[in-house]
């Protein structure tokens, strides 16, 4: 069954300096890749869509890249700030048809020290 | 523009009691969907609504009926409350165009718990 994997345990960085957050599946050959943020007690909230053709995304200081071949994307947040302190989610269409549906990795939390 | 709304924010059940959990949407989205969080796992589908008057079982859907009551508004019900339950349960909305590129726009949840 198509699996998406997140790093589970919390990543702690310094402000100032680049986080780098890691989303792998398997059983599955997505054409696109979204990555939400969650802030506690609060809905998801979408940040940055790639395409498989793409490579990289970049948006402000966040930087997303997708390798289809080593069935991974990398989220990348450049000259962190406490405020970046967050749950980050990736997810990717659930099969073909156009429902929409999406299937989320269990996030990973993000704790910027200033 | 509101968003997606849901109520309540807070809710307490005791074992065996029903309740419905109401959502909304004002941006004119075709899909909407349910979700349960709990912690280690994840946003989980309970049940999707592609369309006005069509919904669909989603990863988890025991427990849980839903209504796609106009194209607005999307109700889950819990017809009688367990302790597995205890969850926060988000209300979702996409517009969909193609399979993939949707973004999902989420409700701020309802905090359920289940003694």
């Known amino acids: 069954s198509q699996k998406i994997e997140q790093n589970s345990e919390a990543l702690n960085i310094q402000e100032g300096k680049t986080a780098t957050l890691t989303c792998n599946y398997t059983?599955?050959?997505?054409?696109?890749l979204q990555w939400y943020r969650q802030d506690p007690g609060r809905g998801p909230v979408f940040l940055l869509l790639i395409r498989e053709n793409e490579k990289e995304k970049r948006k402000e200081r966040l930087k997303v890249t997708f390798d289809t071949t080593l069935k991974q994307s990398l989220f990348h947040i450049t000259a962190s700030q406490p405020a970046d302190s967050a749950t980050y989610l990736c997810?990717?269409?659930?099969?073909?048809?156009?429902?929409?549906?999406?299937?989320f990795g269990q996030g990973t939390t993000l704790q910027v020290k200033p | 523009n509101a968003g997606v709304t849901q109520t309540p924010k807070f809710q307490v059940l005791k074992t065996g009691q029903s309740m419905t959990l109401q959502c909304a949407q004002d941006?004119?989205?075709?899909?909407m969907y349910w979700y349960r969080q709990d912690p280690g796992m994840g946003l989980r589908l309970i049940y999707y609504?592609?369309?006005?008057?069509?919904?669909d079982k989603g990863e988890v859907p025991n427990g849980y009926n839903v209504s796609r009551l106009n194209k607005r508004e999307f109700s889950l019900r819990l017809e009688s409350a367990a302790p597995s339950q205890t969850s926060v349960y988000f209300c979702?909305?996409?517009?969909?165009?193609?399979?993939?590129?949707?973004?999902?726009?989420f409700g701020p949840g309802t905090r359920l718990t289940v003694l």
């Open positions: 609504s592609a369309s006005e008057g069509t919904t």
């Open positions: 941006m004119n989205h075709n899909s």
């Open positions: 059983n599955y050959s997505p054409a696109y």
């Open positions: 979702a909305s996409s517009e969909v165009r193609l399979a993939g590129t949707d973004t999902q726009y």
């Open positions: 997810a990717l269409a659930s099969g073909s048809s156009n429902t929409g549906k999406l299937i």
